[in-house]
């Protein structure tokens, strides 16, 4: 009997040989693809693959302050709040409107701002998360959120609070119908549907005290 065979772990079982192999050819593969990653070109940043000369001016009013920036036409009004002006609790999940992580209010509608182009927004009422507050005080719907522990990795809840504060900007009183509604386009890959729902109802009375 050949000594492989002994080393079968039964029937249908992988020979020392055989498992040998595999993880060669594994390593070899991986050896490969982290060559080509290394070799693969680092993607230019967006400002500088065209001309600044093909940028736009446009004014954006950022949570009750006046914005002037220079952008391309195809930016996004996600990239322009985080890499242009700096405000980055609004978060970047999918970049094609999925996720809802990247949700602002434009004019007190919920909107993705991975969807908006930044030349869109030119002239209206932009609010991120960080326009909630109260200097260092958080917000009722963010108050809310801590409280009802409306989060576990917490990347989807700037957005969640978004479209909550959102939906109280439209209806102070809503049902919990109103407020799955509300959220409905907003992914939680954690699972705290449940207390971001109470959390929802908890923020209606806060706002109203």
Not at 57 to 67: D, E, F, M, T
Not at 149 to 158: V, W
Not at 166 to 177: A, Q, Y
Request: aromatic letters at 4%; one cysteine or more.
């Amino acid at each position: 009997m050949d000594s492989d065979d002994k080393n079968r772990g039964g029937a249908g079982g992988v020979t020392r040989r055989g498992f040998m192999q595999i993880i060669g050819t594994g390593a070899v593969s991986a050896s490969f693809a982290g060559v080509a990653m290394a070799a693969r070109p680092e993607p230019a940043p967006p400002e500088k693959m065209i001309p600044a000369e093909n940028t736009v001016k446009i004014r954006l009013h950022v949570n009750g302050a006046k914005q002037e920036v220079l952008a391309e036409p195809r930016w996004s009004l996600l990239y322009v709040l985080r890499e242009v002006i700096g405000l980055t609790g609004t978060k970047e999940g999918c970049s094609r409107g999925e996720c809802g992580a990247c949700t602002v209010l434009i004019d007190d509608i919920p909107r993705y701002a991975c969807m908006t182009l930044a030349v869109e927004a030119e002239g209206r009422k932009i609010t991120t998360v960080e326009g909630l507050m109260n200097g260092e005080q958080l917000g009722p719907v963010q108050t809310a959120f801590l409280e009802e522990d409306a989060y576990q990795c917490g990347y989807c809840t700037p957005g969640q609070i978004m479209s909550v504060e959102g939906l109280l900007r439209k209806n102070p009183d809503p049902g919990l119908e109103e407020i799955r509604t509300a959220v409905s386009g907003n992914l939680c890959r954690c699972g705290a549907y449940k207390n971001i729902f109470r959390a929802g109802k908890k923020a209606a009375s806060l706002k109203t005290k």
